[in-house]
Antibody, heavy 121, light 107 residues
Framework: QVQLQESGPGLVKPSETLSLTCAVS?????????WGWIRQPPGKGLEWIGN???????YYNPSLKSRVTISVDTSKNQFSLKLSSVTAADTAVYYC??????????????WGQGTMVTVSS | DIQMTQSPSTLSASVGDRVTITCRAS??????LAWYRQKPGKAPKLLIY???SLESGVPSRFSGSGSGTEFTLTISSLQPDDFATYYC?????????FGQGTKVEIK
């Protein structure tokens, strides 16, 4: 079955760049779907960060757009998140997830387990 | 941006109760709405997509309705597994947003 697994540093210093990778197994990223990042600060709700379509088109949350880059590496069947100039407000559990196109109903149908990232010196 | 507002923020209920959660969009999103259940320490799970379509494997006690700007998630008979937080998510445009969440607690 399709599985997603996040990886990356659990601790990032303020002003530095947060980098996470989501490895996809059981499905080829280049075959379709949107691939996205969502975060959840401790005790708070879900925040959509952005998506990349299998074609490479990207879509970002306007509130984060100036600091976010999402890219895909089809050779490794993985996609990545970079968030620059981080502050304590970026401390959160970061999830990667697959979103179906509207033509097939939509919705984030497969999620990674999430990875906690703390921003602290 | 499209804002999604859920109500109530917290709901107290008992096993067997019928529960309804509302999600309102700041502008029309047609039927491009999904609902998720999240248990503590776990990733969200897709329950409903396209406002009223039940995701495969999800129990039939969950149902969704609505279109345009107002949507509801109904649990016909609350089970112990359903005490969790529920989120709506719109995907009408390419800028997707979640509601703030509704926590369903044991009464």
């Amino acid at each position: 079955q399709v599985q997603l697994q996040e990886s990356g540093p659990g601790l990032v210093k303020p002003s530095e760049t947060l980098s996470l990778t989501c490895a996809v197994s059981g499905y080829s990223i280049s075959s379709g779907y949107y691939w996205g990042w969502i975060r959840q600060p401790p005790g708070k709700g879900l925040e959509w960060i952005g998506n990349i379509y299998h074609s490479g088109s990207t879509y970002y949350n306007p509130s984060l757009k100036s600091r976010v880059t999402i890219s895909v590496d089809t050779s490794k069947n993985q996609f990545s998140l970079k968030l620059s100039s981080v502050t304590a407000a970026d401390t959160a559990v970061y999830y990667c997830a697959r979103h179906r196109p509207r033509a097939t109903g939509g919705g984030f149908d497969i999620w990674g387990q999430g990875t906690m990232v703390t921003v602290s010196s | 941006d499209i804002q999604m507002t859920q109500s109530p923020s917290t709901l107290s209920a008992s096993v067997g109760d019928r529960v309804t959660i509302t999600c309102r969009a700041s502008q029309s999103i047609s039927s491009w709405l999904a609902w998720y259940r999240q248990k503590p320490g776990k990733a969200p799970k897709l329950l409903i997509y396209k406002a009223s379509s039940l995701e495969s494997g999800v129990p039939s006690r969950f149902s969704g309705s609505g279109s345009g700007t107002e949507f509801t998630l109904t649990i016909s008979s609350l089970q112990p597994d359903d005490f969790a937080t529920y989120y709506c998510q719109q995907y009408n445009s390419y800028l997707w947003t979640f509601g703030q969440g509704t926590k369903v607690e044991i009464k």
